[in-house]
C-alpha cells in the first residue's frame, strides 16, 4: 500500500447521518416502550404508584402510542435509508465480498485489533471493514423483521386492517402471537446490544486513531492516514 499525506475523505451524506440520528432515537423509544408494555413498571414506592398512575398520565395506552408513533417513524426511516442507497454512491449498503481473499484478511486484522493483538495503523486501512461489512447487513435485517412483527402485532388489534391484510400471516408462519411476541423481543435485544458495542467500537476508534470515527456521523468526514483500499466504493 503506497504511504500518503493523511487523507480527508468525505463518507457520510447529510442523508445518512440524519438517518442514523433518527434511528438512534426512534430505537431507544422503541426498546423503552417496548419493555414497559410486555412486562408493565411503575416508579416504585418512591415515585408514582399504580393507583395513582392514571392520573399523572402513565397509562399503557399513552405507552403503546409513542412506541406505535415511533414504529411509524422507524418504518419510514428504513424506506428513506432503502432510497438513499439507490441513488448516492456513499449511501450503498455495503456487503462482504465473502469470495474474496482480502475480505477474509480484512476480517482477520479487524479482529486482531479489537482484541489488541494488533496495533492500531498496521495492516490495511477500510472505509467499512470486513467486521462492519459482515455486522450491518445483519442488523438492517433484524430491524426489517422487528418492523414486519411490530406490525403484525399491531394488525391484530384491528382485524381486517391494512397492517392485519398485509402482515397478518406473520403470525402463522412463526407459531402464533406469543411466537411473533418472543421473536420481536428478542431481536430487540440483540439490536441494543449491537448499539452498546458499536458505540464502545466507536469511541475506541476515536481514542486510538483520532481520525474523526465519532465526528464523522456529524460532519461526514474521516481522516485516514493510508488510502482506505475501498475507497472506490464511497468516491
Not at 438517518?19 to 414506592?45: A, D, E, Q, R, S
Not at 428504513?78 to 449511501?91: A, E, H, P, T, Y
Not at 465473502?98 to 490495511?124: A, H, P
Request: net charge positive; proline share 3%.
Amino acid at each position: 500500500m503506497r504511504e500518503i499525506e493523511a487523507k480527508k475523505v468525505y463518507i457520510f451524506s447529510p442523508g445518512l447521518r440524519i438517518w442514523h440520528w433518527v434511528n438512534f432515537l426512534t430505537i431507544i423509544t422503541l426498546f423503552i416502550t417496548g419493555l414497559y408494555i410486555g412486562n408493565p413498571f411503575f416508579l416504585g414506592p418512591v415515585g408514582v404508584e399504580a393507583t395513582y398512575a392514571y392520573k399523572e398520565g402513565i397509562t399503557m395506552d399513552f405507552i403503546r402510542k409513542i412506541h406505535f408513533i415511533a414504529g411509524y417513524v422507524l418504518l419510514a426511516s428504513f424506506i428513506f435509508r432503502v432510497i438513499i442507497s439507490l441513488f448516492n454512491k456513499r449511501d450503498r449498503l455495503l456487503f462482504p465480498a465473502i469470495w474474496r481473499r482480502d475480505y477474509w484478511m480484512g476480517l482477520k486484522e479487524i479482529t486482531l485489533k479489537y482484541i489488541f493483538v494488533m496495533k492500531e495503523g498496521e495492516g490495511q486501512e477500510y472505509v467499512r471493514n470486513a467486521c462492519a461489512r459482515t455486522v450491518y447487513p445483519l442488523v438492517y435485517l433484524a430491524i426489517f423483521v422487528m418492523i414486519a412483527t411490530g406490525f403484525a402485532m399491531y394488525g391484530m388489534s384491528s382485524p381486517g386492517s391494512f397492517w392485519s391484510s398485509l402482515l397478518g400471516w406473520i403470525l402463522g408462519f412463526l407459531g402464533g402471537e406469543f411466537m411473533v411476541h418472543m421473536w420481536h423481543h428478542w431481536l430487540a435485544w440483540l439490536i441494543i446490544v449491537f448499539a452498546v458495542l458499536h458505540v464502545y467500537l466507536v469511541i475506541r476508534e476515536e481514542a486510538l486513531k483520532k481520525n474523526g470515527e465519532l465526528s464523522s456521523m456529524f460532519s461526514g468526514y474521516k481522516v485516514f492516514e493510508k488510502e482506505p483500499v475501498d475507497l472506490k466504493d464511497v468516491e
